[in-house]
């Protein structure tokens, strides 16, 4: 563990940092030296293939030159050929007066020429218009579509609203009964409450209709009677 502990990071790192340093660099050294001796053989190879290349060159350019001067004559024989047939074409032409005929004929074409364009320049102009109109009934048609649409959602919303406002009613009206009918039995229950009290309270507070007791003045007259009659029987 001492010695672990004595080693030096520090120079163990830049040891291995110089060795890596001299890979590199032995590496680029050996590429070098490859490169150049590559160079070498590639020049001494096109220095021995110099005077074939150079006479291969000179014989193609030689070739060259020859095919394009026959080129160039048998060119300007076809032309100086074609020149004299046109000559003679033109002056037979110019004999019969055919350049006139074109010309009236060029006019003529021209004129129909004309006149198709004309036809066309307007009939296209009635497919736009009719294309106008078209687009003008069709924009119109989308318009009352979209009108009807707008309608009859707000139809269904008016009477969606008229439905939900008639429950609404109705229920209040359902309330309002029920709590009629509620207060009705209250009433009712404090009504009948109120006369079972009143009822108690007067039965209390009235006297009893019941005989009175008179068994000691009937006594009296029983006593009465007997004596007179034990008086009469002496």
Same mark, same amino acid.
């Given at each position: ?7 030096? %990071?520090? *120079? ?11 890979k590199?660099e032995?590496?680029e ?13 590639v020049?001494?190879i ?7 290349? /150079? %006479? ?28 004299? *047939?046109?000559?003679?074409?033109? *002056? ?20 129909g ?16 218009e ?5 687009? &003008?009934?069709?924009r ?16 269904? &919303?008016r ?24 207060? =009705? ?5 404090? %009504?009948?409450? /109120? ?6 309270? =007067? ?14 003045g ?15 029987g002496?």
């Amino acid at each position: 563990q001492e010695e672990v502990a004595n080693i030096d %990071t520090a *120079a163990l790192a830049k040891e291995h940092a110089d060795k890596a340093t001299k890979k590199r660099e032995e590496a680029e050294r050996k590429q070098k030296e490859a490169a150049k001796r590559l160079d070498y053989l590639v020049r001494a190879i096109r220095i021995e293939e110099l005077p074939l290349i /150079q %006479t291969t060159y000179q014989e193609k350019t030689k070739s060259d030159k020859e095919r394009y001067e026959q080129k160039v004559i048998e060119k300007s024989r076809r032309a100086n050929l074609q020149w004299e *047939a046109d000559v003679k074409e033109k *002056a037979q032409l110019q004999t019969h007066d055919v350049f006139q005929y074109l010309a009236d004929f060029e006019s003529l074409a021209m004129a129909g020429r004309e006149q198709s364009h004309q036809k066309l320049c307007r009939q296209e102009d009635s497919r736009a218009e009719l294309e106008a109109e078209k687009g &003008k009934l069709q924009r119109a048609r989308e318009r009352k579509e979209e009108e009807i649409q707008r309608k009859i959602l707000e139809e269904q &919303k008016r009477q969606e609203e008229e439905e939900q406002a008639r429950l609404a009613a109705e229920k209040a009206e359902r309330e309002a009964q029920r709590a009629a009918e509620e207060e =009705k039995r209250r009433q009712a229950e404090l %009504t009948r409450m /109120q006369n079972e009290r009143d009822r108690k309270e =007067k039965g209390r507070f009235q006297p009893s209709n019941r005989p009175s007791d008179d068994r000691g003045g009937g006594g009296g007259g029983s006593g009465g009677g007997s004596g007179g009659g034990s008086g009469g029987g002496r």
